[in-house]
């Protein structure tokens, strides 16, 4: 049991907070294939950011950033 919590009963149900709201949310599948075809190299990049580590790399890095041309 919580103490300390007070809920006030005429308050909306409908409430979402940030956090609920964020961890409801999903991602629809990527397309098999491109609508678009890039033509040439650096015309479409994907990157992605990983981190914080929970221990720094030994050159005292948190993150790790990829790019996929």
Request: net charge positive; aromatic share 10%.
């Amino acid at each position: 049991m919580v103490t300390g919590l007070r809920i006030d009963p005429a308050s909306s149900k409908d409430f979402q907070c940030t956090a609920c709201i964020a961890a409801k949310q999903s991602m629809r599948p990527f397309p098999k294939e491109a609508e678009t075809r890039s033509m040439a190299p650096g015309e479409v990049t994907f990157s992605d950011v990983w981190g914080p580590a929970r221990k720094p790399a030994l050159g005292g890095a948190s993150y790790y950033i990829s790019f996929t041309d």
